[in-house]
């Protein structure tokens, strides 16, 4: 049986040939546009990157994230995770191995990361950081 760190590994090794991979996530970090354990993120090659853009980038610890760019300052690319309050990931913008450019949730609906829509709520969640805690309270209690 494959290791999680062979898998990624692989994942990485075909974006990086240009060869588009669905991928699962897991964990809350990206709540509440990408729900790990039930949602994958269609990965591709990081052409041009820009602040907004969903990434899957190795940071410190050699750990991989699938999180939001929050700043880009030349080669420093600064991650946060929808779903984190306050914590924040640091690497350069050589350890971006792919960009998430769609979203595929239960049934297999596929939910562009790039549309206006996408691109205006997470903006939208990024300006109530200071709210996020309840919002992500209430968030988890709603069935859906």
């Known amino acids: 049986m494959a290791s999680d760190e062979s898998i990624m590994q692989e994942a990485i090794r075909l974006v990086g040939e240009g060869i588009s991979v ?72 050589a350890d971006v191995r792919a960009r998430a450019t769609h979203v595929v949730g239960k049934g297999g609906k596929r939910r562009s990361l790039d549309s206006l829509g996408s691109r205006l709520a997470a903006k939208i969640w990024y300006a109530v950081l200071p709210f996020r805690r309840w919002l992500l309270a209430i968030y988890r209690r709603i069935p859906i």
């Open 22 to 93: 669905t991928f699962p996530v897991n964990g809350r970090s990206m709540l509440p546009f990408i729900v790990g354990g039930e949602d994958s993120v269609v990965l591709e090659k990081p052409e041009t990157l820009k602040v907004g853009d969903v990434v899957l980038a190795q940071v410190e610890g050699g750990r991989y994230v699938v999180h939001r760019i929050v700043c880009l300052d030349g080669d420093a690319v600064t991650l946060m995770g929808d779903g984190n309050l306050a914590g924040r990931e640091h690497c350069l913008l």
